[in-house]
């Protein structure tokens, strides 16, 4: 991936950053169970995209009103 990102999640960053006049340091992980463990257990602090499920509204705090909706369709074509 190198040290650029691109994106509406990163844009979303950008702008979390100058309202709260922080500073993110990206840490990506391959894996997205470890990414959720790493949340869990207080290592990471945040993570970007992250869908809404009960099993994780068990261990991780969502916002009340959500910053980014998807609302894109997928479509997929077969021969």
Known sequence: MGDHYEGILIEELALFEKEH???AIP???KNWKRCQAEVENGRVDIILGA???VEREKVFYYLSIPAFLNRSDVS????
């Open 21 to 23: 006049n922080i500073k």
């Open 27 to 29: 840490i990506v992980h």
């Open 51 to 53: 869908n809404k499920t």
């Open 76 to 79: 997929a074509y077969t021969v």
